[in-house]
């Protein structure tokens, strides 16, 4: 059983209208800051909030009022209910809004990837989903895995950033516990976002040169040796009769002549 009443606040509006009991007794019963109540009281805290009558509703005694109005040191107790027994909050995966339950896969993808050192549970807790829901994505036999995009869920609102660096820590003081040996890459996916962030970002090669570091220039000293090609004449492209054809040719019509 929970020692804060239902509407806390609600209860407090009721108690600073229709009571004389001190800011601080309020504050204390209610588990509010003390000028919080005092913002009740002044309107500028809870406005348009209807009070909530505590005796009515079987969490205050008038007795117990009339005391802590006598005595403005004595705190108000909440009274007992035995309808009450074993209801706190159930213990579970976390409500999700139905505008966000289909971008789940992708966060637990997201997760199983970055981050393989979270537990089932974990991923639960964080994303409000269920175990056999995590164990078909890790084992990539969910219906739908082809089209699934891993997204962080911090992005898409599914949980905190602090929570999700909690549960981190968490998996890694675990590992610490047993004694396993974790390789570098995963001593840095177990370093919170807000670490990360906080390192200096590597330089980026331009993508105009992106695989030219790793050429290099041999110098090995020798020369390359231009070969020397025969290169034809110009008139050996041309079949013209040479001089010693002609004399003959001019022989022979003279020898006819005769």
């Known amino acids: 059983m929970s020692d804060k009443p239902i509407m806390a606040k609600a209860t407090a509006v009721w108690l600073v209208d229709n009571t004389t009991l001190t800011f601080k007794q309020v504050a204390d019963f209610c588990s509010l800051h003390e000028l919080e109540v005092q913002g009740i009281a002044d309107g500028d ?11 009515s509703n079987n969490q205050l005694t008038q007795d117990e009022i009339d005391r802590a109005e006598k005595d403005p040191t004595h705190r108000l107790k909440l009274k007992f209910n035995p309808a009450a027994v074993g209801e706190e909050k159930r213990r579970g995966p976390r409500y999700t809004p139905l505008s966000k339950r289909q971008d789940r896969p992708a966060s637990i993808l997201w997760l199983v990837k970055f981050h393989p050192e979270l537990a089932d549970a974990q991923i639960s807790r964080l994303v409000g989903t269920t175990k056999p829901t995590i164990q078909a994505i890790r084992e990539r036999t969910h219906w739908n ?18 929570e999700l ?3 981190v820590q968490k998996a890694n003081a675990k590992r610490a516990r047993e004694g ?9 996916k177990l370093v919170s976002t807000e670490q990360s962030l906080g390192g200096e970002a590597e330089p980026k090669m331009p993508s105009a040169i992106s695989g030219l570091e790793t050429f290099s220039l041999s110098n090995t000293g020798e020369e390359l040796e231009e070969t020397a090609h025969d ?28």
């Open 45 to 55: 805290v809870a406005a348009g909030v209807k009070g909530f009558d505590p005796v």
């Open 145 to 162: 895995i082809n089209n699934i995009e891993p997204i962080d869920p911090v992005a898409l609102g599914l949980c905190k950033q602090s």
């Open 180 to 188: 396993q040996v974790m390789s570098d890459d995963e001593r840095r």
């Open 165 to 167: 660096d909690q549960q």
């Open 231 to 258: 290169v034809p004449d110009a008139e050996s492209f041309f079949n013209l009769p040479n001089d010693e054809a002609e004399d003959e040719t001019d022989t022979d019509d003279d020898d006819r002549g005769a």
